[in-house]
């Protein structure tokens, strides 16, 4: 049996359907290929950024100065020595971008400038940190992206 020329350019693109829509099922259907969103109220904390920009316009200063180190403990977070915020209530999230299930949040204190997470509590990898807190009802917010 003969194919024409026409038979075979139909034949083809079948077969490049075929091969796309396999390809587009596999990745949608792994567990490997979570596709989640960063937090779940994405909408609402989009309406919100302005305060986001805000905070961190307000901690700018302390940000350039402040530093994360791996140690033998954990991840030393060391804020600058002239932020003298007595007693200051915040919080200090870790958020894994590859698996949710990582993410958590720690209130602090900000009456000390050094911070220890716990070594058992992270994983090697990529991790974004994100430092809040609220003194004279002004926000601060110092956002930074380390790989422990």
Known sequence: MKISWG???????IAFIIFILYFVFLASTRNQANHDLV???????????QEEI???QNAL????ATSFKKTGEGLLITLPEDLKLDNTQGT???????????DFDLPVSLSNTHLLIPDKQLLDGRWDIRIFWSYNDENFLIKESINY
């Open 39 to 49: 937090t779940k109220e994405y909408y609402k904390e989009e309406l919100a950024y």
């Open 54 to 56: 805000d905070a961190q």
């Open 7 to 13: 038979t075979g350019i139909v034949l083809a693109f």
């Open 92 to 102: 200090v999230s870790l958020y894994r971008p590859s698996n949710k299930q990582l």
């Open 61 to 64: 200063t302390y940000a350039k």
